[in-house]
């Protein structure tokens, strides 16, 4: 029989992104990073007053951080203790919104955190890899954790039986950030996500 499932996100959920993205911007790039309500828009903007960079710009900055300097990227408190212990319950796999030339060095950077799970990259909504990550598992249940309310509801619309949480690890975004509309809990701590998983799947019930 198959194991339950945990597919779990990585930016602000494992490791901490945006503050080293910021700072990175700063040094070689002279830009400002304003991230508010954890929205990129208008978050990226020019020192001598030019109006905020928009998405076609933001992106190669983005992919230049993670071509480049992922080993800024620092582990979020108890994350690799609390999947170790999640794995004694659980199948766990990664699931990253990063281009699939990243995939190799995300598993790698992951793995020198103690985090040694199989990593799946995705571009856009993650309800369609879900739902296929789902078909390859056949899970007697399953669960869902990132940061991002817009992949909580692209989930809840293709795979409704999974569980949704959401979490927001970087303590400089979490506060300006509400919990997600389709997402069946918030919780921004590991120790207290690891507990809300584990009781999920001794439960046996799917959302």
Same mark, same amino acid.
């Given at each position: 029989?198959? %194991?339950?499932?945990? +597919?779990? /996100?990585? /930016?602000?959920?494992?490791?901490?992104?945006?503050?080293?993205?910021?700072?990175?911007?700063?040094?070689?790039?002279?830009? /400002?990073?304003?991230?508010?309500?954890?929205?990129?828009?208008?978050?990226? @903007?020019? @020192?001598?007053?030019?109006?905020?960079? *928009?998405?076609?710009? +933001?992106?190669?900055? #983005?992919?230049?951080?993670?071509?480049?300097?992922?080993? @800024? *990227?620092?582990? !979020?408190?108890?994350?690799?203790?609390?999947? !170790?212990?999640?794995?004694?319950?659980?199948?766990?796999? +990664?699931?990253?919104?990063?281009?699939?030339?990243?995939?190799?060095?995300?598993?790698? *950077?992951?793995? @020198?955190?103690?985090?040694?799970?199989?990593? &799946?990259?995705? *571009?856009?909504?993650?309800?369609?890899?879900?739902? %296929? #990550?789902?078909?390859? &598992?056949?899970?007697? =249940?399953?669960?869902? !954790?990132?940061?991002?309310?817009?992949?909580?509801?692209?989930?809840?619309?293709?795979?409704?039986?999974?569980? %949704?949480?959401?979490?927001?690890?970087?303590?400089? =975004?979490?506060?300006?950030?509400?919990?997600?509309?389709?997402? &069946?809990?918030?919780?921004?701590?590991?120790?207290?996500?690891? &507990?809300?998983?584990?009781? %999920?799947?001794?439960?046996?019930?799917?959302?």
């Amino acid at each position: 029989m198959s %194991r339950p499932l945990v +597919i779990c /996100d990585c /930016d602000e959920v494992l490791l901490h992104m945006v503050s080293h993205f910021g700072d990175w911007l700063d040094e070689a790039h002279d830009l /400002d990073f304003v991230l508010e309500g954890g929205n990129f828009i208008d978050a990226v @903007r020019p @020192r001598d007053g030019s109006p905020p960079l *928009q998405g076609e710009e +933001i992106w190669p900055l #983005l992919n230049g951080f993670f071509d480049t300097e992922m080993h @800024r *990227q620092t582990i !979020v408190p108890g994350a690799s203790e609390a999947l !170790v212990s999640i794995s004694e319950y659980a199948e766990v796999v +990664i699931l990253t919104n990063l281009q699939d030339e990243f995939r190799t060095a995300r598993a790698k *950077q992951l793995s @020198r955190f103690g985090i040694e799970f199989p990593v &799946h990259t995705n *571009q856009g909504g993650k309800g369609d890899k879900v739902e %296929r #990550l789902l078909v390859e &598992h056949a899970p007697p =249940l399953a669960f869902f !954790v990132d940061d991002l309310g817009v992949h909580h509801e692209s989930v809840a619309r293709t795979a409704p039986q999974v569980w %949704r949480l959401h979490m927001i690890a970087e303590p400089s =975004l979490a506060p300006h950030v509400p919990p997600a509309d389709h997402a &069946h809990a918030r919780i921004d701590d590991w120790h207290e996500a690891q &507990h809300w998983i584990i009781d %999920r799947i001794t439960e046996g019930e799917s959302a």
